[in-house]
């Protein structure tokens, strides 16, 4: 499973109309931690326009969300979910996207890739990125 290629992806007219149709990004894995990937993609993100939703284990509350420890836990709905964890922990991400049923995007952060999760997202009717940077991608789709 370590350093899969992606075989699954959206292509550039697909990222684009991502970020033209999403609303609500839930971030899973996004630390309280201003210097990681994960805080400042999110903090991009919402400067951007969109409600990010921060999935943590701990906190209370993140870039001023209230912070939830599973995408069960959300109330309403999310378009995105954005995942900033090991590759080994998206399928039970995706299960659990797939299981709200009202997730339109499973976005996997650079390096980030399963292959076996994508397909099932893609499958259960959702659009899947895999291994690119929200924040690089938006920035240069602005």
């Not at 999403?22 to 201003?34: H, N």
């Not at 805080?39 to 209370?60: C, F, N, S, T, W």
Request: glycine share 6%; charged share 30%.
């Amino acid at each position: 499973m370590e350093c899969e290629f992606p075989t699954i992806n959206a292509d550039s007219d697909e990222i684009r109309d991502i970020f033209a149709t999403v609303k609500t990004i839930a971030v899973v894995g996004l630390s309280p931690d201003p210097s990681k990937d994960s805080h400042r993609v999110a903090k991009y993100l919402q400067e951007a326009g969109y409600k990010i939703v921060p999935v943590y284990p701990k906190e209370e509350e993140i870039l001023g969300e209230k912070v939830y420890r599973s995408l069960k836990e959300i109330p309403g709905k999310i378009d995105m979910v954005d995942i900033f964890r090991k590759p080994a922990a998206v399928g039970p991400i995706v299960e659990a996207c797939i299981e709200r049923g009202d997730v339109d995007v499973v976005w996997l952060q650079a390096g980030i890739v399963n292959n076996e999760a994508a397909r099932k997202a893609r499958d259960a009717g959702m659009k899947v990125v895999q291994s690119r940077c929200a924040m690089v991608d938006h920035r240069n789709l602005a």
